[in-house]
């Protein structure tokens, strides 16, 4: 059976020019990138290469680029590298909307004396300045927003709350694992973002590979490593270097500046944009009871979270698995999880709407064709579980 891959917020394919880009790291050039000899010399300037590509994506300093294992540990270092050795009083603003990396690394510090405010959202699933403003305090050292949710896709207004912050006297971290290449990003000096001081980046979303990531330091933050080792990433993060994956970060960075040129982002008429606008008014127009979490927002292009009244996400996701569609219900970081997914609860739905909710991401290798394959699957396996749900039969036998 030909698999339909609908996860793409979980994890994107590894594009095969990434992976060719990294194949002779792995076999030929397998120096170490802290020697002195030629092959080490070979693998360091790949990693110098890497950084440049990367730091052209982002519009920083190829200075300010520290290359770690991915979005969780980008996340740790932000919060940890700033927060754990910062003079009480300390006070420490992060969102109840927050991937896990942030959020248990928040209530790790609160361990440790830092007083940590969690933000509310609004129904829409955004973070309003407002909150902010209400929140912020001469003692706040850091503040965490992340860009757009991994499961409704929303967008944050970023350079306002990082200007925010900034008058406060704060730092400002985001976590932009979800927009890296769907978003133009500026952090120079001048750019949109530029009250933004540290930025996660996680490889396995951007069509490299997992295990890799990075954190854009601004120049003059100060940030305590979390690993102590050798001198490697300017003392900022011990270990040797993950060359072959750094390559690969690096490409992607590549590939995405080409398609953010080409496309016409924030939101507009994208290619992605347009099939994941198919999809969700496929889905719309053919099953009642059902609804679009964070409808009217800014979204990301590639993510469509809705709701079906009466079905439970789990046994939707499984019942499109078998048909060939992978789709996710709440975050597949948390997978194993039978809670309902905190994102969409502080968000103001109920936990039967929660578990109820099923997050189609597309990835730039989605198909028109396959767009209409999902959505000759969907309504007919949404129908069947309702037939076995006693809410279902209650609503639909009793007049309203
Ligand atoms: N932050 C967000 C918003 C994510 O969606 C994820 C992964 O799903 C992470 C952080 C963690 O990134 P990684 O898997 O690279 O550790």
Redesign the pocket.
Known sequence: MRRIYMDA??TTPLLPEVFEAMRPFFLEHYGNASSIHQQGQFARAAVDHARDQIAHLLHCRTSEIVFT?????S?NLALFGTLENAAAPAHFITTSIE?D??LRAAAALAKKKIEVTILPSTPQGVIEPTALLAAIRPETKLVSV?FA??ETGVIQPIAALAAIAHASGALFHT?A??VVGRLPLDLSPKGALKDVDLL?I????IYAP?GI?ALFVRRNVRLAPMLYGGSHERQRRAGTENVAGIVGLGKAAELANIWLAEDSPIDGPTHLTALRDRLEQGILSQVEERGVNGEGAPRVSNTSSLYFDHVEAEALVIALDLKGLSVSGG???QSGATEPSHVLTAMGLSPARARASIRFSLSRLTTAQEIDEALALIPAAVARLRDLSPTWNKTTLIPA
């Open positions: 917020n979980a294992s991915g979005g969780t540990e996340d991937h990396a942030i992340m949710n991994n976590d694992v979800q996660t996680s490889g396995h979303k997992k990531g975050s597949a970081c």
